[in-house]
């Protein structure tokens, strides 16, 4: 079993930023992305970030010249750093990962959610 634990998140006023960590722990083979999603009330789930372990990044439109995300391989870890934060990203921010857990098998992780608000 897999299991995503996150970190960060919390209160802030809009142009102030925040960091968000996750880390990966259990038996896998390896983790080929990892990365960030967001809802917001009444709302998709929606792409924030999200690394490729071979380097690649991607990026929601919306977050783009404003967050960005890092990723330790070694560690299984994923942090996102969101700053000039507006109202329009509060939501529930969750880690996701794509793990290879045998070598027939790959799973998509979700990490339990952490709250961001940005408001004043």
């Known amino acids: 079993q897999v299991q995503l634990v996150e970190s960060g998140g919390g209160l802030v006023q809009p142009g102030g930023s925040l960091r968000l960590s996750c880390a990966a722990s259990?038996?896998?083979?390896?983790?080929?992305?990892m990365g960030w999603y967001r809802q917001a009330p009444g709302k998709q789930r929606e792409l924030v970030a999200r690394f490729f372990s071979g380097g690649t990044t991607n990026y929601g439109d919306s977050v783009k010249g404003r967050f960005t995300i890092s990723r330790d391989n070694a560690k299984n870890t994923v942090s996102l750093q969101m700053n000039s934060l507006k109202p329009e990203d509060t939501a529930v921010y969750y880690c996701?990962?794509?793990?290879?857990?045998?070598?027939?098998?790959?799973?998509?992780?979700w990490g339990q959610g952490t709250q961001v608000n940005v408001s004043s």
């Open positions: 259990g038996s896998f083979f390896s983790i080929p992305v």
């Open positions: 996701n990962a794509v793990v290879v857990v045998s070598t027939r098998r790959t799973d998509n992780y």
